[in-house]
């Protein structure tokens, strides 16, 4: 459905995404997960084909977004991070003016508002002037133009950002509904969001690919490497010299906790040294009150591939 | 065609919900009257328009029309509905054109407001229709460069007091200033500021003769601005 190659952009000498590639098959939905200024905006509107990129080729539908910009325009549904809509406007209106450049008929306009007012829960306020509009209320409209033509792909750039605990729960649901059908992209830098309605993860930092996978992919990835954090009552000095001699140990950071030392070890891949250190507190007469493994987050490999491309940009 | 209709509707009924509409046409009605009344009735010698025409009409258009038009690039660039706009499946050309002829509807809804100038003189004398024709066709062809020539700064910035004022100093420049600045040079130069000066081609309307050589003056130039405009869009992809 998407296929991006070597794709670069630069903004004067600014190198915003550095040449990257990526392939997403047909349905589904795909996260676009980074920091702020990663670049995750900047590919999205290549993809929409609001800016041309710098250098390589992306295709949608089998169209070039460069020299096949509107044929790929009609296929896309494109929902911009800010959500800009005419505040003059009321929303049906808008929807109305929005099908009528798309070129669909009257019935299909007809029928495309109705689907999408009920999909997005547009309910009465779809005939209120949009200044008239919260922010998650605009958020919707913004998503019902996106969705209004039926496109093959759906972008969405934050699409639940300013929304309330609510309205965000029911946008996933409607995000991950919509990825039976079409074929989604959204960017987001929630992790947990994109591992509850992601297919599929394209991690990117610094305009950089990072990782790619699904988010169980990813996780595993990263758990090999788990840590171990263990209360005991005793000495910093003496748990920080025994630990160390554990076989596959590489790191110990020791804490206060009400008395109690709370040490959290992390072990090469593949070692669990859980056991070593039962043991150890056996052997010692060390009061042990809590011994467990901690799983790794996606969080976690998300904070730490980052930091690691961010420090490249800045040398 | 059926794109740029839509465009040129939407852009039409956003005039009749913009606060800013409702003041230029206050100040228009208003200094047309006000021309209309000390121009023709103060010294009335013949009942006709060509005072107000001639001189007062164009220096308000100078003045509204700007206004009118500075919106509706800019404030697309300033809202970020430009990005909505452009990834819809329309060129560039249909954009501009669908803002161009939202703008020239709402202009030709201002013009037929000065109907009311005409119905006056015909209680004091007799009309001359093919004066009056002359007279319509010349403000629609002036109107439509000025708006044209305004849609382009509008393209050019997302401030919207940027564009007027640089649409002010343009149209200005090449309405009036030009044919001052002629009498400064001799032979062909002075011939070619002449023949870009906006008012000699607009005069002859005024005096009531239809030359092709006027029509297709204000054709291509307004052409030429709004392939400006185009490309000028175009180039905002590129930032
Ligand atoms: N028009 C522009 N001109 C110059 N630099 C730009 C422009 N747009 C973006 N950038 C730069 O490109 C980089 C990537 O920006 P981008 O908006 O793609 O990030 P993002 O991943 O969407 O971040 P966020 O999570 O904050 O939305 C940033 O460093 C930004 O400063
Ligand atoms: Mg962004």
Redesign the pocket.
């Known amino acids: 459905m998407v296929r991006v190659e070597n794709l670069t952009k630069r903004?004067?000498s600014?190198l915003?995404v550095d040449n990257i590639s990526f392939a997403v098959q047909r349905g589904g939905v795909l996260g676009f997960l980074?920091?702020?200024?990663?670049?995750?905006?900047?590919t999205i509107r290549i993809l929409s084909c609001f800016h041309p990129a710098s250098g390589g080729s992306a295709t949608i539908g089998g169209y070039d977004v460069f020299r096949q910009s509107i044929d790929v325009r009609r296929r896309v549904g494109y929902l911009p991070?800010s959500t800009p809509l005419y505040p003059e406007m009321r929303a049906r209106e808008y929807l109305q003016f929005r099908g009528k450049l798309r070129g669909m008929s009257r019935d299909e306009r007809t029928s495309g508002i109705r689907r999408v007012a009920e999909r997005c829960w547009l309910g009465s306020f779809i005939d209120r002037p949009i200044n008239q509009l919260s922010k998650g209320m605009k958020q919707r409209v913004g998503l019902a133009d996106a969705m209004l033509h039926d496109p093959d792909l759906l972008i969405l750039d934050?699409p639940t950002i300013g929304l309330d605990p609510t309205q965000i729960r029911e946008t996933r649901n409607l995000i991950k509904d919509l990825g039976e059908r079409h074929t989604v992209m959204l960017?987001s830098?929630i992790l947990s969001e994109v591992e509850q309605i992601c297919d599929q993860t394209i991690i990117i930092a610094a305009g950089k690919i990072v990782a790619t996978g699904s988010p169980q992919d990813l996780r595993d990835r990263f758990s090999e490497q788990g840590r171990v954090v263990a209360e005991i009552k005793a000495e910093h000095k003496d748990i920080e010299e025994e630990t160390r001699k554990i076989t596959g140990i590489q790191q110990v950071t020791l804490a206060d906790a009400n008395g109690w030392v709370r040490t959290t070890v992390s072990a090469k891949a593949g070692c669990d040294v859980r056991e070593d250190l039962f043991k150890l507190a056996k052997e010692k007469n060390w009061a042990l009150r809590e011994l467990r493994r901690e799983g790794a987050t996606l969080e976690d490999f998300f904070i730490k591939v980052t930091a690691e491309q961010q420090t490249v940009r800045a040398q | 065609m059926g794109i740029i209709c839509t465009m040129a509707r939407r852009e039409l009924g956003a005039y009749f919900l913009s606060p800013i509409a409702y003041a230029v046409i206050a100040i228009y009605l208003f200094a047309a009257g006000l021309a209309f009344g000390l121009g023709t009735f103060a010294n009335s010698a013949e009942a006709s328009l060509r005072n107000l025409l001639e001189f007062w009409m164009v220096l308000i258009l100078v003045f509204v029309l700007p206004m009118l038009t500075m919106r509706l690039i800019s404030d697309e660039l300033r809202s970020g509905t430009i990005e909505t706009l452009m990834t819809a499946p329309v060129t560039e050309s249909q954009i501009v054109l669908g803002k161009f002829f939202g703008a020239f509807a709402f202009y030709l809804v201002l013009l037929a407001t000065l109907a009311i100038y005409p119905i006056l003189l015909e209680m004091y004398g007799d009309m001359d229709y093919k004066l009056l024709f002359c007279n319509v066709m010349g403000l629609v062809l002036l109107g439509g460069l000025y708006i044209a020539t305004s849609l382009f700064f509008s393209a050019c910035t997302k401030h919207q007091v940027i564009a007027v004022l640089a649409s002010f100093f343009l149209l200005a420049l090449m309405t009036f200033a030009s044919q001052g600045l002629a009498q400064q040079f001799d032979g062909a130069i002075r011939a070619a500021l002449q023949q870009l000066s906006v008012r000699t081609h607009y005069m002859d309307f005024v005096r009531g003769l239809i030359d092709t050589n006027h029509v297709v003056f204000f054709v291509t130039t307004t052409s030429l601005f709004l392939f400006l405009t185009v490309k000028r869009l175009e180039m905002q992809r590129w930032?």
């Open positions: 903004y004067g600014f915003a980074g920091p702020n200024g990663a670049g995750k905006t900047t991070e934050e960017s830098h | 930032q």
